[in-house]
């Protein structure tokens, strides 16, 4: 019997997720190398490896090393490092795998060549690219200046140019998924065309995220695209549109351990169970609660505190204490970064992985 709160994922949906992306990618011609933020864990790295991905991508240099250290050769950090402290663990973990490395301004760069030349190594970047997400990113208007600019220094080699925008156009969260996607492709082709115009070299372009990677695919000139929900989905993702409710692998098994009043009933899992940066109500989305309840789709999971979730329910809900229910979280990546370990589901066996990325800030 399995304790709760815990975090199941059923291993024929996530199977089924992770063939369906590398077949929707494929046909493109394009390269799938999945963010591993969502699931940390390399065993289902390796598992979407084995499904056709050329590599991975990570965001922090503490997951590089952990997936390194479980055999994954070909990463990705999609994150601007900047620190000596980090650069020379991208040092030395460049002399052992295929490492590439973001970076988004001028000082970051010039602290990548000065620990390369310390190493008398060369480390591979790409230049990151805000085309409307405002988050990390040279701004559009400056990225052939700085790209200029990286092909002048010392031991740094230039790869392409990457971006993130998520369900984002003109400034804001969108339904219009494949009108998102194909404009994120265009912009950053459009982008490397003039780079190459002005003899730099771009060979990769890396753009996507789950909601937008299969139409982003879609535009010519695309190198590769890098989702990462996917591999699970979530309650956000279905009301997206980018998937079912059935679609989603990944769940909370929790258990009913009050029932105040009629339409009231308490959970075991709480803000240290489920995510909460995806609330209730928010634009575009307006999701009602922190997850979707299985066994009750009419109940709302409300509030959170630490170790408590508040369920409202109909006074002809029948829940009674000691009762098992599964929810499936707004957002699945923060999650799952809640949880030591998941537990894969096959044949009504449960399987236990250590999320051994868990926790890797830096």
Known sequence: MLETPSLIIDEAKLQRNIEKMAQLVSKNGVSLRPHTKTHKIPDIAKMQIAAGATGITVAKVGEAEVMAQHGINDIFIAYPIVTD??????????????????????????????????????????????????????????????????????????????????????????????????????????????????????????????????????VEGIT??????????????????????????GSIRATVVSRPS???????????????????????????????????PHAILERLSEEHGMVQISKEDLFKVGDIVHVIPNHICSTVNLHDKIFLKGNDKYEEKIVYARGKLS
């Open 224 to 249: 590769e695209v890098r989702p990462g929900t996917y591999v699970f989905y979530d309650r956000m993702q279905a009301a997206l549109g980018c998937c079912s409710l059935d679609d989603c692998a």
């Open 85 to 218: 402290s980090k650069l020379e663990r991208v040092a030395e973990l460049s002399k052992s795998i295929n490492l590439i490395i973001g970076v988004d301004s001028l000082e970051g760069a010039f602290n990548i060549s000065e620990v390369a030349k310390r190493h008398n190594i060369s480390i591979q970047i790409r230049l990151e690219i805000d085309i409307g997400f405002r988050r990390t990113g040279v701004l559009y208007g400056d990225a052939i200046k700085l790209a200029s600019e990286l092909q002048k220094m010392d031991n740094i080699e230039f790869q392409g140019i990457y971006t993130y925008r998520g369900f984002f156009m003109n400034g804001k969260p969108t339904l219009e998924l494949e009108k998102a996607g194909i404009e994120e492709g265009k912009l950053m082709v459009d982008l490397a065309e003039r780079m190459r115009s002005e003899g730099i070299p771009v060979r990769d372009i890396s753009v996507g995220s789950t909601p937008t990677a299969q139409y982003a695919a879609m």
């Open 262 to 296: 009629e339409n009231l009933m308490i959970i075991d899992g709480g803000s240290k169970t489920f995510a909460t940066d995806v609330g209730p109500n928010s634009d575009p989305l307006f999701l009602k609660g922190f997850g979707h309840i299985v066994e009750a």
